[in-house]
């Protein structure tokens, strides 16, 4: 048999006289395998210059060596902003899928649908799920627990569901943007927050009014507003927030995206950042720093988040392993605050 006729398996088995499976395993270095066979049949195959299918290798195993990072950024109704994000944390989730052998495929969806998940996984094409929606997140979570798909979630889980999950340390967060601006005098300071459903939202806002109450402050209704975390949210809730207290001194926002949006409601509003209202943000993304007057804000590392997100799933649907990873966050002071 020639090298030219060496292009499956089956060849390499007609070759060794031994079966395909033994082949297969061999190729993958199996302990299955008797050393002696093995190193015979990969001798064979590098002879001949052979080369795995791996698409047919993964098809045999029920493998695609593929997650699928689920966004809904691009879906009718969802301010695509939102997506500022999910670009930096998938720079370490590719990352880390990479050192894993695994790619990734990014996957948009209907927010109020969930057909999506039995459609890649029944065909192949993904062995998991990278969560990153933002509208009905909890939704998604149960339908997915419902059918056991591998899946990860970016946030802070329900406390009575136990999936694999990442998040920010967002009581330490809320605590820290307090604390600064406490310290630079701040007395009227309001608090702009994303959704007021999602448990990061009220976490933060819980850290930071424990640091406010520690100091003898209470938090008024007219100093709180919620947004979307999109650009245009920040500037309606800044707007908002001036109309009920003119007299605010501060604001933390809860992404940096609104806290640009903030500030471009004080300056239509013609008050002065940081000398008449201190703006601090959070995630700490790249606008953060290239804005015009760049951010204070609490920072989380969001491409290591990226990468334990990766990790996460892979050592789940290896495993079974369910993990919580919760991220240190730290105060980066800038121009704003």
């Not at 993964?58 to 994000?85: P, Y």
């Not at 819980?206 to 938090?219: N, Y």
């Amino acid at each position: 048999m020639t090298a030219k006729t060496i292009r499956t398996i089956e060849d390499i088995a007609r070759l060794a006289q031994v079966s395909k499976s033994t082949v297969s395993r061999s190729l993958n270095d199996s302990p299955l395998v008797k050393q002696e066979t093995k190193a015979r049949i990969q001798a064979i195959a590098l002879e001949h210059n052979f080369r795995i299918n791996a698409p047919a290798r993964n098809l045999s195993l029920r493998q695609s060596h593929t997650i699928a990072f689920v966004s809904q950024a691009c879906h009718k109704g969802c301010n695509s902003e939102v997506d500022l994000f999910s670009l930096e944390i998938m720079s370490g989730i590719t990352h880390g899928l990479y050192s894993l052998g695994y790619e990734l495929l990014v996957v948009h969806v209907d927010p109020h649908e969930s057909d999506w998940a039995h459609q890649y996984l029944d065909s192949g094409r993904v062995d998991g799920f990278i969560l990153m929606t933002s509208t009905r997140k909890q939704w998604h979570i149960k339908k997915l627990l419902e059918i056991n798909a591998p899946f990860i979630a970016w946030g802070m889980p329900q406390p009575e569901i136990n999936h694999c999950s990442v998040a920010g340390d967002n009581l330490a967060g809320g605590r820290l943007a307090a604390e600064h601006l406490l310290g630079a005098g701040r007395r009227r300071i309001a608090f702009l927050g994303g959704p007021k459903y999602e448990l990061e939202v009220q976490q933060r806002f819980k850290g930071f009014q424990e640091v406010l109450q520690s100091a003898g402050l209470e938090i008024s209704p007219d100093l709180m507003a919620y947004g979307d975390y999109s650009h245009l949210s920040g500037i309606r809730a800044m707007d908002q927030l001036l109309d009920q207290s003119p007299d605010l001194d501060a604001v933390f926002v809860n992404s940096d995206l609104m806290a640009v949006g903030a500030l471009t409601a004080l300056k239509n509003r013609g008050r002065q950042v940081p000398g008449e209202v201190a703006v601090l943000g959070y995630d700490d993304l790249s606008i953060a720093r290239y804005n015009a007057l760049p951010l204070t804000t609490i920072r989380q590392n969001i491409h290591l988040a990226g990468r334990l997100l990766a990790e996460g799933l892979v050592q789940y649907i290896q495993t079974g392993v369910v993990t919580h990873i919760t991220i240190p966050v730290e105060l980066v002071v800038r121009t704003s605050a």
